[in-house]
């Protein structure tokens, strides 16, 4: 399985990014893609996630909720997450993540996930 992140950048507050998370070799089972970020001194968060085969079911943090968006195409297999208003605290490295079966609170943690890109840098300057 590989999933590579791209798409960040240095970008001024309020700004704009869209990250994207192409994959390969995903098994059949894999239900859920999400994407969490790391700022640096801190843990891994989750952002968002989006189911990855049947329905278009979302979830995002707080933090996230009306200024993220994630979505999915299917026949590029790849996840993007839109990033507007954006602020100076949502710098930090934004990795993308696969699942087969997390549901609810289970996919706002990290262990749930079982694969991951190398993640793709956000600054976010004041």
């Known amino acids: 399985v590989q999933l590579q992140a791209s798409g960040g950048g240095l970008v001024q507050a309020g700004g704009s990014l869209r990250l994207s998370c192409a994959a390969s070799?995903?098994?059949?089972?894999?239900?859920?893609m999400g994407w969490f970020r790391q700022a640096p001194g801190k843990e891994r968060e989750f952002v968002a996630a989006?189911?990855?085969?049947?329905?278009?079911?979302?979830l995002y943090a707080d933090s996230a909720k009306g200024r993220f968006t994630i979505s999915r195409d299917g026949a590029k297999n790849t996840v993007y997450l839109q990033l507007n208003s954006l602020f100076p605290e949502d710098t930090g490295v934004y990795y993308c993540a696969s699942d087969n079966s997390c549901s609810g609170y289970g996919c706002r943690r990290a262990i749930s996930y079982d694969y991951w890109g190398q993640g793709t840098l956000v600054t976010v300057s004041s």
């Open positions: 070799g995903l098994p059949p089972s894999t239900g859920v």
């Open positions: 989006i189911k990855w085969r049947a329905g278009s079911g979302t």
